[in-house]
């Protein structure tokens, strides 16, 4: 028993050495934008600090690299697009896919952008679609068999 004591501390330990921490400067600017946002999950990607977190019942990554660079919200599904981009949407030759997820990318400098990344049943091709929210589509990628598929690589 005491060896399974001294086990579990010594995991919740490293555990919390391991926690990511990012600089001053990053966590100020994250709090000056989110100043009511509690338990935040950071992690590091390609140079990018992260802070993940809910926030009236939307999840949502806002990525840093030395300054605010973009923030996603997870907007689930559908219903939560404006009528001007839910209309371009179900106009379009996508219509008929399945809308696997939705969601609202913010940038610093740039117009919001919504990407619906859509699939077909029993078909492994996925499609990401970009529209401004005027409804315009932007552009369309082939992520079928792509990994980390909505970064701020993505946009650069």
């Known amino acids: ?41 950071w992690s590091q990607d390609d140079g990018y600090y992260c802070a993940n977190f809910v926030m009236n019942g939307f999840t949502k990554n806002v990525w840093f690299k030395g300054q605010w660079e973009m923030t996603q919200t997870d907007l689930v599904s559908l219903d939560r697009l404006t009528p001007v981009v839910y209309n371009a949407f179900t106009f379009s030759s996508y219509a008929s896919w399945v809308a696997e997820d939705v969601t609202m990318v913010e940038f610093p400098k740039w117009q919001a952008i919504i990407v619906i990344e859509v699939g077909q049943d029993n078909v492994d091709i996925k499609y990401q679609l970009f529209y401004t929210p005027k409804g315009i589509l932007l552009k369309t990628r082939n992520v079928s068999y792509m990994y980390d598929i909505l970064g701020p690589g993505t946009f650069l």
Request: overall charge positive; hydrophobic content about 55%; charged content about 15%.
């Open 1 to 41: 028993m005491k060896k399974f004591n001294i086990m579990a501390v010594l995991l919740l330990f490293s555990i919390s050495v391991l926690a990511i921490v990012p600089p001053d400067n990053v966590q100020a600017t994250f709090k000056k934008m989110y100043p009511k946002t509690n338990d935040i999950a």
